[in-house]
């Protein structure tokens, strides 16, 4: 399956991370580059359940291809929903439907920030993003 360009880029970025505090650091980092959603957007239908941490959800169909858009209150959770929207963003519905969720952390280096509690919130984003694409 072809990587979305920004899905390549964390790769090299996470890949070439020299241990743990430097992937936190870059994690928070992408977290920050999430663009913010409007206060219309952070309502309680876009609100994704399942997760400890709030996390807001819109995506939208765009030539064939969906974009998603995303927030949330938690710097960590935020950090790892923009690795998800980088590894999303731009995929067919059919696609979105075989992304691997632990696979694509694991290959970042981040499988152990992966509780099963952030495991779960980050699957039921994902499932979120499928139902949008039904």
Do not use: Y
């Amino acid at each position: 399956m072809n990587l979305p360009t920004d899905a390549v880029t964390a790769l090299h970025i996470f890949q070439e991370a020299s241990g743990w505090e430097q992937r936190a650091r870059l994690l928070m980092q992408w977290g920050e580059r999430l663009p913010p959603l409007s206060e219309a957007d952070k309502c309680a239908a876009n609100l994704v359940s399942g997760c400890e941490s709030q996390v807001w959800l819109v995506g939208r169909l765009q030539d064939g291809c969906w974009q998603f858009s995303a927030a949330s209150e938690a710097r960590l959770i935020r950090g790892l929903v923009a690795l998800l929207l980088a590894r999303v963003n731009g995929l067919t519905a059919t696609e979105l439907r075989e992304v691997d969720l632990p696979g694509w952390f694991g290959e970042l280096g981040l499988s152990r920030q992966l509780s099963p509690s952030r495991s779960n919130g980050l699957n039921a984003v994902l499932q979120r993003m499928s139902e949008l694409a039904q």
